[in-house]
């Protein structure tokens, strides 16, 4: 099955970009040569990417890994809501860069709702916020998973031998932690790099931009092919590059098999009321630090109004899209679970591939033209969507089957199961859950995308081009209804999927 | 169908010790008995034998089959993992149960078959009462009791057991040492056991290795 998957993400997005490429690197020398697009604000928007994208991935880190932490420690009916609610606020954030836009304008009108700043600080803290509490909440989990089963013995050993009890705590999560830094921070990265809403919005200009804001541009306003050509071959280039080496050294850290797989939620943990405390204080301080981005969709509601002509269809366009993209990252997430390592670990490599930069070669290669009709250009949007999510789910299904007990699929194999057999018994159910939470997230990203209902469906509204334009508008009660919506949908698919989840 | 266990001059790899040979017949009524200090090679010998862990040289037969080059799901060999290796997203009962499926004897049974034939299994290791039970609830002792009725419920042709009652209480390893005998004198099949415990290695075993050259016989 390797070779299925392979050809079904190579046809999506890799036969595209090189039909573009060869298109956009001819035209684009017909136009007069590459040199003419390779200018110094192409340099300077990698240059401030990689900036941006470093910081990102660091302070985020610092903030999930510290809240990480006392989530996994602390115990008790709260601790559990706690983590609960981390969770979901994380993965709500997945969906924000879209109402970050109308948020970003409306501060113009409303000054309570302003950013903070605008620049590199604005862009890194926006995307510290989206990613913070999704990456605390896995590392929480993760923690739990991993350490705390065995952590109270560990740590009593660790006592016993001479540690003073915060020794004895570093001694047992410093690997555990480091091992998350490692497996987090490239994910982080690369979602930073490849994103376009903050910059685009936070950016302020041409000394805060990207490639992926340049490439944007290029294909709205100014379509030159020359700099099309550059800007994918740039953003994709440092990404993959990037991709390729997070694989690599993942695949070189990470233990084959652990004895802690199944360990789940009833384990005892080690926790404390200080942790509790602790992780309280951590993820109030953070929904704190952005109360205004929370609070605005009450605070709009509760100025009343009509929704706006062309809500119903916004929104159902918004939820079509979403179960498009969910469909495909499904019928990914089967055939990279059949493929191998090393195909896995090929697709991750491609990462780089974000939703403009995927948006802009389909269109070099003419799919815009083909996608004339509603239909088409849904099928192209959720298509292009699920091939983004695609590394991200190669990734997650590599880190958890080499997480998984090698002595529990051999012992499956010599009770006579075969390849096929193990993964439909074995593998695939341990794995409910990561599938769950892919397609949640997916959905959710398919709720909060600009780049492809931007440029591929040009006849029909979604949530959240529906609220970039109203803000640009200052339509405050317009903005209103589609800021609460877009909560409202993303708290009852994550919902949804979690009770989904709880019960299989 | 009792049959002898035959190793030719079977030469594997252990890990910074280099390549050791063992050669010699176990009959169908025959429990060896592996000793020696960790690190030495048992459980890399028992993950050869299976066909988990590659063979340098050598021949290994069951009864007059070679099961040198099978793979390992086509070699009807039993294995009981020291941390039992139990699936995680399935309860007690399916656990045993699983194996049933994929052998001869078996694998025309019903669902339910399988699972009352699993839960008497788990009658005889004192856990019927825990057959709906994830594994992940279970303590180490019962995880290596399940481990074992998944193992014997298959009718394995060869029984390779990697210290299967280490972390067993020492009333119900009692118990447990005197089942798999019993078990074994009504469906004899050769045995081989790695155990630290001395007591166990006599009570169980008929004979023994001590490990502490390249080259053994037994």
Redesign the interface.
């Known amino acids: 099955m390797a070779w299925l998957s392979l050809t079904g993400f190579g046809l999506a997005a890799g036969i595209f970009p090189l039909v573009a490429f060869l298109k956009t690197s001819l035209s684009g020398w017909a136009s007069g040569g590459l040199s003419l697009a390779f200018g110094w604000i192409a340099l300077r928007s990698v240059g401030f990417t990689l900036l941006q994208a470093c910081l990102s991935a660091s302070l985020t880190l610092v903030f999930a890994l510290v809240i990480g932490t006392a989530l996994a420690l602390a115990e008790g009916r709260f601790a559990r809501s706690l983590r609960r609610f981390a969770e979901l606020a994380g993965s709500l954030c997945f969906a924000l860069p879209g109402v970050l836009v109308a948020l970003v304008s409306l501060g113009v009108s409303e000054r309570w709702a302003a950013w903070p700043s605008i620049g590199l600080a604005g862009i890194v803290a926006a995307h510290v916020l989206v990613h913070a509490l999704f990456v605390a909440s896995g590392v929480a989990r993760s923690l739990r998973n991993q350490v705390l089963g065995g952590g109270a013995e560990l740590l009593a050993a660790a006592t016993t031998l001479g540690a003073s009890p915060r020794r004895a705590l570093a001694t047992v999560f410093a690997r555990p932690l480091a091992h998350e830094a490692r497996t987090w921070w490239p994910l982080v990265f690369l979602w930073s790099f490849g994103a376009f809403s903050t910059v685009v919005i936070l950016g302020g200009g041409p000394r805060a931009s990207s490639p992926e804001v340049l490439l944007y541009f290029a294909l709205q306003t100014d379509p030159d092919p020359a700099r099309i050509f550059v800007l994918s071959v740039l953003q994709f280039g440092v990404a993959a590059t990037l991709a390729w080496l997070a694989a690599r050294r993942s695949g070189a850290s990470e233990a084959t098999s652990t004895e802690n797989f199944d360990r789940t939620e009833s384990s005892q943990p080690c926790g404390t009321r200080i942790a509790g405390a602790w992780s309280a204080l951590g993820v109030g301080a953070l929904l704190a630090a952005f109360a205004p981005l929370w609070a605005s969709p009450f605070r709009l509601l509760s100025k009343g109004g009509l929704p706006p002509d062309g809500f119903g269809v916004a929104l159902g366009a918004s939820l079509s899209l979403a179960t498009l993209t969910a469909l495909g990252v499904m019928v990914f997430f089967e055939l990279l679970l059949r493929a191998g390592s090393r195909v896995r670990r090929f697709v991750f490599s491609l990462s780089g591939i974000s939703p403009t930069l995927l948006a802009a070669l389909w269109i070099s290669a003419g799919a815009d033209l083909w996608a004339e009709s509603a239909w088409s250009q849904f099928f192209l949007s959720g298509l292009g969507l699920a091939c983004v999510f695609a590394p991200f789910a190669a990734y997650w299904i590599e880190r958890e089957l080499d997480r998984f007990p090698a002595t529990t699929l051999e012992a499956a194999a010599l009770l006579g199961a075969n390849d096929s057999e193990i993964l439909g018994r074995i593998v695939r159910p341990s794995l409910r859950d990561l599938r769950l939470r892919l397609l949640s997230l997916a959905s959710l990203g398919a709720i909060g995308d600009l780049s492809f209902s931007t440029l591929f469906l040009r006849d029909t509204e979604t949530l959240a081009t529906m609220s970039r334009r109203m803000a640009s508008r200052y339509d405050f009660s317009g903005s209103s209804w589609v800021l609460a919506t877009l909560f409202g949908v993303c708290a009852f698919v994550w919902i949804a999927s979690r009770r989904h989840g709880e019960k299989s | 169908m009792s049959e002898y266990l035959r190793l030719e001059a079977f030469r594997f790899s252990v890990e910074g010790k280099g390549a050791v040979e063992i050669s010699g017949t176990l009959g169908p009524s025959e429990r060896l008995v592996l000793r020696g200090p960790s690190g030495c090679g048992k459980t890399t010998l028992l ?1 050869s034998l ?1 066909g ?1 862990a590659p063979t340098l040289s050598g021949r290994v037969y069951l009864g007059t089959e070679e099961i040198t080059k099978l ?9 009981v ?1 020291q ?1 039992g ?6 309860d007690v009962a399916a656990n045993v149960a ?2 049933l ?3 001869p004897h078996s694998s025309a049974w019903s669902e339910d078959l399988r699972r009352n034939k699993a839960t008497e299994f788990l009658e005889k290791v004192g856990l019927a009462a825990l057959a709906d039970r ?4 279970l303590s180490g002792g019962e995880r290596q009791r399940v ?1 074992l009725a ?2 014997l419920v ?1 009718r394995p042709r060869l029984l390779l057991l990697d210290e299967p009652l280490s972390a067993v209480d020492p009333d119900r390893r009692r118990d447990l040492q005197a089942w798999i005998l019993q078990g074994l004198s009504e469906n004899p099949v050769p045995t081989i056991l790695v155990t630290h415990d001395a007591d166990e290695a006599r009570v169980l075993g008929t004979k023994v290795i001590e490990w502490n050259s390249e080259a053994l016989k037994f």
């Open positions: 993950r299976a988990l793979e390992a799901h086509r070699r009807r060999v039993g294995f993992f941390n290796a139990l699936f995680p997203g399935l699983f194996g499926r994929y052998q994830l594994v992940s609830n481990a998944r193992t298959t």
